[in-house]
């Protein structure tokens, strides 16, 4: 079972570039969440998703945005890059909540 | 505001007992989580708490305390794959996720 898959692993993009994160889950959650990592933090919310054709504001949603055509699909676009976006981002689901995520392996993110 | 505060590195010995502890201040509480990430991985889940009281799980286990906010993680019997780093998260009464930094666990031979 491929669980969540995250593409591409990794990316260089320069500033002011756009850029899609895409992630595709096999496991027909209804939640899909949006975080970035940065070294010292905890995980921050961007978008998140709870079921398809819903999608809402997390802790940090500025420069990003999603969409939710289908229960499988939660892209995550950069409209234009910028340094301070350089992060690993994962994608996660879930059956319901409260409940376990399910991370994808992240996407490393440097804009340049 | 809401926080989640647990050690930033911790040092254990194989074959060891570590406890790595997590205090939390949220508004409302609907439970909280562990999650273990090893070096360049994706977390995953370890265990889920909302009533007081220790839950166990193998060699894992997981205690909260609603009244002081506090929640720890013990690890028994190390071993050299446990080194990782360990996610504090409760969520809120909205139901999102405030996550802690992480605790480095480096064990040692």
């Known amino acids: 079972t491929a669980g969540i898959t995250q593409a591409p692993t990794s990316q260089i993009l320069a500033a002011g570039r756009s850029m899609t994160l895409r992630c595709t889950q096999d ?50 676009t950069l409209a234009s890059a910028v340094p301070s976006q350089t992060s690993v981002y994962f994608c996660a689901s879930s059956a319901r909540s409260p409940g376990e995520l399910f991370f994808g392996e992240g996407s490393r993110l440097t804009v340049l | 505001g809401q926080n989640i505060d647990q050690p930033t590195e911790m040092t254990a010995t194989e074959g060891a007992i570590v406890q790595i502890n997590c205090t939390y201040q949220t508004s409302g509480f609907n439970g ?78």
């Open chain 1, 27 to 76: 496991m027909r959650h209804n939640a899909m969440y949006w975080y970035r990592q940065d070294l010292g933090l905890g995980l921050r919310l961007i978008h998140y998703s709870n079921t398809a054709g819903t999608t809402g504001k997390g802790e940090v949603p500025d420069g990003y945005s999603v969409s939710r055509a289908n229960t499988d699909d939660f892209p995550l």
């Open chain 2, 32 to 109: 909280l989580f562990w999650y273990q990430q090893h070096a360049g991985e994706a977390p995953t889940f370890l265990s889920y708490n909302v009533l007081d009281g220790l839950e166990e799980k193998g060699r894992f286990s997981s205690f909260l305390s609603r009244s002081k906010g506090y929640s720890y993680l013990l690890l028994k019997e190390l071993q050299m794959k446990d080194s990782a780093s360990y996610l504090c998260a409760a969520m809120d009464s909205n139901y999102q996720l405030i996550w802690g930094a992480g605790t480095k666990l480096i064990i040692k031979p």
